[in-house]
């Protein structure tokens, strides 16, 4: 039992749902402690943005009553959720991150906020994103940036900022996330958690434009692998709206079992044979490797033949913003921001020569890719190529000096194993060179959803007992003693109507102009 409230944050998910249900602790205890620890830590991150802390409340206490007279609970009962400000959430502002949205109220849950609601959490926010989630550096003009727990100054990542952070932190024990060329898996290697990339259709995604181009998916993040697991019960599962979905046995991984790490066949590749990384990053992980490999009935270096991957994922991505905001571009270029910008002219320049290629290579590399788990049982690699840098830069430009050719190539690591569609995941793995955070990206294979998480356990368990492999916690009492930093630049214009943002102060303190020459 915890010494004191502040301390009940940082239980696991799992751990907190069987005290709800025993009646160790009730919601309305959990979802006060959550709220101090918001109150404390997001003037000094940005990561929670609208609020709706008085619907919360009274949800808290609804829950309490269930447990007591014994009602039936969803595994979910009582745990308070943080919802990426991607996804429509009912009565609860939804930006984006774009000024498009910044009166937008949902009238209606979306799919997966409905079945976490259903499954019994409780909404308490929304978590911050890039504008309309593109990149991996969360900042927008709606909302500012979002800071590194490990250093405020520092990038996040994205477009899962605000829900890593919030993990993180212990601000809350659920938060959502999606991922397209890493959204899930980026943010949690920058801030020390775990983000999830399920195969497409396990759990469904009502708001994809193109319904069967498997390129975005939505899913889980969490502090542990059961946290996953437990989190993923409650949204897998076939649904009308998405024709890729299918019906799975979804209570499986709420209970997921540890595979034996002396039978597992380990490839390990630091680039994929495409992507530019940082040589410090290339140390780091062949040193991980090092410390592991023992662990392992093998591990080798895989050399996957990807060489179409990047021109592939431009012209598939780019539909995917053609086909989302065509409307809003062709009203106002200025609706768009530069990154969201950038990837629909990209796509309206396009020819169905070029979409028909992309598709036709995706395919062939699929194939390839698929074959290597003859042989091996998953595939380690980095999941980003650099360490975190200063969020007031919008994208990295340079690896190794090398230029890149737009503001998201430096997600490769990720987006390559997109187009692969296999079920990969960002797991913490000690630090990097720079004393942040190193996630180790675990590919597994096709359709093995089930199976890559169970072995995602056993790591955990063994990299826990590492001291260069457990997982990094921030420095929260330092966090605290620091001044917390202006997460707004350039000229501070109206936030989103008080209103709207259900009395969040700090959420509105952070709303302003986004100046992104900064």
Not at 17 to 42: F, Y
Not at 199 to 206: Q, R, Y
Not at 350 to 369: E, I, N, S, V, W
């Amino acid at each position: 039992m915890p010494a004191s409230v502040d301390s009940l944050v940082s239980w696991s998910t799992v751990d907190l749902r069987r005290a709800i249900g025993d009646k160790t602790i009730s919601p309305v205890e959990l979802l006060q402690a959550c709220l101090a620890r918001i109150e404390s830590l997001n003037p000094h991150l940005n990561a929670i943005t609208a609020t709706c802390y008085d619907r919360a409340r009274q949800e808290a206490k609804a829950a309490e009553e269930a447990v007591l007279r014994g009602l039936p609970l969803g595994p979910l009962h009582g745990l308070p959720l943080g919802v990426k400000d991607l996804e429509e959430t009912e009565g609860l502002l939804t930006t984006f991150g774009s000024p498009m949205y910044r009166g937008h109220v949902p009238a209606a849950d979306n799919l997966m906020v409905g079945r976490m609601r259903a499954a019994g959490a409780i909404v308490v926010g929304k978590t911050n994103v890039p504008e309309l989630g593109a990149g991996a550096n969360t900042r927008n003009p709606v909302w500012g940036a979002t800071g590194n727990p490990f250093d405020p100054r520092l990038n996040c990542g994205g477009s899962s900022g605000g829900s890593a952070v919030a993990l993180a932190t212990d601000m809350l024990p659920l938060c959502t996330g999606s991922d397209t060329g890493g959204s899930l898996r980026i943010p949690a290697a920058k801030c020390g958690v775990i983000g999830f990339r399920p195969s497409p259709g396990l759990v469904p995604v009502e708001r994809r434009a193109l319904g069967w181009t498997p390129i975005s998916v939505v899913g889980p993040m969490g502090r542990s692998m059961d946290d996953v697991g437990l989190h993923l019960s409650a949204i897998a599962g076939r649904a009308d709206c998405d024709p890729l979905s299918y019906d799975v046995d979804a209570a499986a991984f709420a209970s997921l079992r540890p595979r034996d790490l002396g039978s597992l066949r380990v490839g390990y590749t630091v680039d994929l044979g495409v992507c530019d990384v940082d040589d410090d990053i290339r140390r780091v992980f062949l040193a991980k490797i090092q410390a592991m490999h023992h662990l392992f009935k093998s591990c080798d270096e895989v050399r996957p033949d990807l060489a179409q991957a990047h021109r592939c994922f431009d012209v598939i991505r780019a539909a995917n913003y053609v086909a989302r905001y065509r409307d809003a571009y062709e009203a106002d270029p200025a609706n768009l921001g530069p990154n969201p910008r950038a990837n629909y002219e990209m796509g309206a320049s396009m020819t169905l020569a070029d979409y028909t290629g992309a598709h036709l290579d995706q395919t062939r590399m699929f194939k390839a890719f698929q074959a290597l788990y003859q042989d091996y049982d998953v595939i380690l690699a980095p999941t980003t190529p650099v360490t975190p840098f200063p969020w007031t830069q919008l994208a990295l430009d340079r690896i190794n000096g090398r230029p890149q050719e737009n503001y998201y190539r430096w997600l490769a690591l990720t987006y390559v194993t997109t187009l692969m569609t296999n079920p990969s995941l960002s797991m913490p793995c000690g630090r990097d060179h720079a004393g942040m955070p190193f996630g180790m990206q675990v590919v597994g294979g096709f359709r093995q959803d089930l199976g890559l998480l169970e072995i995602c356990k056993s790591l955990e368990w063994a990299w826990a007992r590492h001291p260069d492999l457990a997982r990094p916690l921030p420095d929260l009492d330092r966090l605290r003693a620091q001044a917390a930093p202006d997460f707004r630049t350039g000229i501070v214009t109206a936030p989103p109507d008080a209103a709207l943002v259900h009395g969040s102060a700090a959420a509105a303190r952070a709303g302003g102009s986004f100046d992104v020459a900064v």
